[in-house]
């Protein structure tokens, strides 16, 4: 998180606001968000069947796929 004596404004969040991960402005802070873990579990699920229906009907859903 970064330190800051003042509270930030909606633009100078937008301005400062890194790439690398996703935050959020609350109260004129910046906060990282992490997933939670439902949401990991949806997204692990829905991986797994997009990679089963993809093998089961021959599908190429990714580069990844059809440089094997």
Known sequence: MVALTSRLSL???LECCPDDARYE?????????????AH???SRFLVKQFDH???RLNLVLSQRDSAE
Do not use: H, Q, T
Request: net charge negative; no cysteine; hydrophobic share 45%.
């Open 40 to 42: 990991k579990n949806v």
């Open 53 to 55: 229906l993809s093998d």
């Open 11 to 13: 633009a100078e969040f």
């Open 25 to 37: 402005l609350v109260n004129g802070e910046m906060v990282k968000m992490e997933p939670i873990r």
